[in-house]
């Protein structure tokens, strides 16, 4: 009975102080912020997260998500970036392949372990980065995520000097589809191309596809090619890295590599196929299709396909 008067007389109390102006005026003040810095850890933005993972590992969080918590849990995993999002959930991993950043108003989730915290939200990621961490090397192959990581993606050719545009990549075919050799090779696809859905390609594991044809090894001077055969083994040596050109080590695009190389990738115009630039993997001169001299270095960027 004593017990049931107690309640009853701090149950009056609480809504007096909540009927209180100045409690009200507190209690603005408390609202939940985006925490900038935890330790060594700082705030990087609120990001947009679908498909596949923008981190891609996730741990459970005793007593409930929080900054200092899922920061905490991810430098005992040996991680470098941790993420908050949905309130619940906390995300790491050591590079971050897709994020694309949207306004903190977005992130406004309260963390169940922290009320004056937020959290992220629905598709929306909180990412904290450790200023202490080593990021990973630009020469060495993402493959420490999920091998369908990147297998919904499309290519974008980036002028490696000078201010050239970023150009989408497309799988083109190069002879009739009833042939049985049929065989597609990536290319600018421009005006007037009649394939111009032609560029989702994914990485499985380490075969890059073009819808369901399997890539040849590269030809040093020729296009990078693909075939529909149901024979062909699929050549088993691309893999996605870290995008050296971003201006954070831990976030960007990664860059694809085939044979250890990111850095062989050409167009060039091809002047038996009506000017149509193509990707040719280093190219040499007294080529029969293009000028090398004429040729543009690039980058192939791994973007998410949308
Ligand atoms: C140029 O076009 C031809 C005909 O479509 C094609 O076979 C070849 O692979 C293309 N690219 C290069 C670099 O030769």
């Not at 306004?103 to 004056?116: I, K, L, V």
């Not at 990621?125 to 990147?150: E, G, H, K």
Request: aromatic share 12%; glycine share 8%; hydrophobic share 30%.
């Amino acid at each position: 009975m004593r017990a049931f008067i107690i309640t009853l007389t701090l149950a009056h109390l609480y809504t007096q102080i909540l009927a209180n102006p100045l409690a009200q005026s507190l209690k603005t003040r408390q609202a939940p912020g985006i925490k900038q810095t935890v330790g060594t850890w700082l705030y990087k933005g609120c990001y947009k997260d679908f498909g596949p993972r923008i981190l891609a590992f996730r741990f459970d969080v005793p007593g409930g998500n929080s900054a200092e918590r899922c920061t905490a849990i991810c430098n005992g995993h040996g991680y470098g970036l941790a993420g908050l999002e949905y309130g619940s959930e906390c995300w790491c991993d050591n590079y971050m392949p897709y994020g694309q950043l949207m306004s903190d108003s977005d992130c406004s989730f309260t963390c169940p372990g922290d009320n004056t915290e937020l959290c992220g939200a629905g598709n929306r990621m909180l990412v904290y980065q450790d200023s202490t961490a080593t990021p990973p090397s630009p020469n060495t192959c993402i493959t420490w995520r999920d091998a369908s990581s990147f297998i919904n993606n499309v290519l974008q050719a980036v002028p490696k000097s000078g201010s050239g545009p970023i150009t989408k990549l497309y799988a083109i075919p190069t002879n009739p589809f009833t042939d049985p050799l049929y065989y597609t090779i990536i290319s600018t696809c421009p005006a007037g191309c009649p394939y111009t859905d032609y560029y989702n390609f994914g990485l499985y594991g380490s075969v890059l596809r073009s819808y369901n044809s399997l890539p040849y090894a590269p030809n040093v001077g020729d296009s990078q090619a693909f075939t529909s055969q149901s024979s062909a083994v699929g050549y088993a040596g691309f893999c996605p890295k870290p995008n050296p050109l971003s201006s954070n080590p831990f976030i960007g695009y990664p860059l694809l590599s085939v044979s250890g190389h990111t850095d062989l990738w050409s167009l060039c115009t091809n002047t038996t196929a009506g000017g149509r630039q193509d990707i040719v993997y280093s190219p040499v001169v007294n080529h029969p299709h293009y000028v090398k001299s004429a040729c543009q270095d690039v980058w192939i960027q791994i973007v998410p396909y949308s």
